[in-house]
């Protein structure tokens, strides 16, 4: 059975930094032949990309605009984990963050394309 289970997440102040954590079990195989990535949800809106991390030939990253220069996605193929390191939050980062992985090698930005999903950990940024 895999899962993917989300943890780091909490209640924090405009500046400050998280690091959320995506430990994988049950892969077939090592998670870096897996493409990975975060998404999050605010309450009434869609679930939308915040970044990815896969291995084409080198290690490849992607952002969203709105994150790009401030989170950091990494991963520790030994543990089977994905880390999203995430500094000077703002109140509307506030949402429920969620990690996936898919077969599918490449530069993954859509749900659709990714088959295993968290269950999410909430991330509150007050002002």
């Known amino acids: 059975q895999v899962q993917l289970v989300e943890s780091g997440g909490g209640l924090v102040q405009a500046g400050d930094s998280l690091r959320l954590s995506c430990a994988a079990s049950g892969l077939p195989f090592s998670i870096n032949s897996f493409t990975t990535g975060w998404f999050r949800q605010a309450p009434g809106k869609e679930r939308e990309f915040v970044s990815t991390i896969t291995f084409i030939a080198g290690r490849r990253t992607l952002y969203a605009d709105s994150v790009r220069g401030r989170f950091i996605i990494s991963r520790d193929n030994a543990k089977n984990t994905v880390y999203l390191e995430m500094l000077s939050l703002k109140p509307e980062d506030t949402a429920v963050y969620y990690c996936?992985?898919?077969?599918?090698?490449?530069?993954?930005?859509?749900?659709?394309?990714?088959?295993?999903w968290g269950q999410g950990t909430q991330v509150t940024v007050s002002s």
């Open positions: 996936a992985a898919s077969r599918t090698i490449g530069e993954i930005t859509t749900t659709s394309e990714y088959e295993y």
